[in-house]
C-alpha cells in the first residue's frame, strides 16, 4: 500500500518534513520534522512543527512514528516536541550510538550523556519491517553522508534522507565526522536498484537557476539525469567528485546547535545551575 503524503517545505533550511498516512483518521508518521532557530538569537520556534500537529489533527490522524533519517546537521528537530503534542515513537537508525558517541567528544557533553541510543523511543535495524496502520514499512541502511542515515520505504515511495537530492543537485556531502563517500556511493546504488517507477522523496532541494523547490522523483530520472551518479559513473569517478566538491564547500550554518540537539532525540541539553540550557561552540574543532 502507497501512503498519502503531505509535504512541508523549510525555505530557510531546504528541508522537507512528511506526514505519511494511510487514510483520513488513519495512522500517520511524520519524517524529519523541523524546529527552526535563529542563530543571531538563540531562539527557538515552532511554525512549521505547528503546522505539522495542525495537519495530523485537522485530519483525525493518530501519530504512531516520529522517524529520523539521521541526525541532521543543517537543521534542528522538533521530534520531541511534535511528540509532546500529538504522541508517536521517535525513531532513527541503530547506528545513532556512534555518532554520539563522536560528537559527546567534539562537544564534551556531560559526562552522564548517553551513547546507547536511548534519548530515542526505538532503533531500526537494516531491512527492518514495522507498520503505520495499514501501511508497512521497511526501515534500510543507507550510509555515507553520516555511518547512521536511514532510508524508509512504504510501498513504492521511497523517503531517502541525506543520500539522493533533485537530478540537477546531485547527491549529499560526506565530510562530516564519519562520512565516507564510497559507503554513499554504494548505498544509492541500492536504492537505484529498486524498480524505476519507484517513487523517491528528498530531504532537501536547494534549488538552482532559480527553478521551484522540488522533492519527488522517481529511480528512473535519477538513473538517467542525476548530475553526480547518472548511470555509468563509477564508485572511483563518484568518490573523487564528491571527495573535491566537499573540500570547498562550507559547513552548514547550524551544525553546531543542530548536532547537540538532534543527537539528543530533539531534546535541548540539560539546563545548568540557573536552570538555562546551553549549546557548546568548540573553538577549532570543526
Not at 563522536?102 to 556531560?110: A, D, M, P, V
Not at 546507547?116 to 526501515?139: C, H, I, M, P, W
Request: hydrophobic share 40%; glycine share 6%; net charge negative.
Amino acid at each position: 500500500m502507497t501512503p498519502l503524503v503531505k509535504s512541508i517545505f523549510d525555505t530557510v533550511t531546504g528541508t522537507i518534513t512528511y506526514i505519511i498516512y494511510d487514510e483520513i483518521g488513519g495512522y500517520a508518521a511524520v519524517i524529519d520534522p523541523v524546529l527552526e532557530f535563529d542563530a543571531k538569537s538563540g531562539r527557538t520556534s515552532t511554525h512549521l512543527a505547528d503546522e505539522v500537529i495542525e495537519f495530523v489533527q485537522s485530519s483525525n490522524l493518530t501519530v504512531e512514528w516520529i522517524l529520523e533519517t539521521h541526525a541532521h546537521a543543517d537543521h534542528l528537530s522538533s521530534a520531541s516536541y511534535i511528540q509532546s503534542k500529538v504522541g508517536g515513537r521517535i525513531a532513527i537508525g541503530e547506528r545513532i550510538t556512534e555518532v554520539q558517541t563522536t560528537f559527546k567528544k567534539i562537544f564534551n557533553l556531560e559526562q552522564d550523556f548517553a551513547q546507547d541510543g536511548s534519548q530515542f523511543d526505538y532503533l531500526f535495524t537494516d531491512n527492518e519491517v514495522f507498520r503505520v496502520g495499514k501501511l508497512e514499512g521497511r526501515a534500510f541502511n543507507v550510509f555515507g553522508h553520516t555511518p547512521a542515515d536511514m532510508a524508509y520505504q512504504f510501498g513504492d515511495a521511497v523517503f531517502v534522507g541525506d543520500t539522493l537530492f533533485m537530478p540537477d543537485v546531485g547527491t549529499a556531502r560526506c565530510d562530516f565526522p564519519g562520512g565516507d563517500a564510497h559507503r554513499l556511493y554504494q548505498s544509492i546504488q541500492k536504492i537505484l536498484a529498486l524498480p524505476a517507477h519507484t517513487q523517491l522523496y528528498m530531504c532537501h532541494d536547494y534549488p538552482p537557476n532559480g527553478r521551484e523547490p522540488m522533492w519527488q522523483t522517481t529511480v528512473a530520472e535519477q538513473t538517467a539525469t542525476n548530475i553526480h551518479v547518472h548511470a555509468g559513473v563509477t564508485e572511483e569517478n563518484f568518490v573523487q567528485m564528491r571527495q573535491t566538491r566537499d573540500s570547498s564547500l562550507e559547513m552548514p550554518k547550524l551544525i553546531i546547535p543542530s548536532i547537540q540537539l538532534n543527537i539528543r532525540a530533539g531534546h535541548l541539553p540539560p539546563p545548568e545551575d540557573n536552570g538555562q540550557s546551553y549549546f557548546k561552540i568548540p573553538i577549532n574543532v570543526l
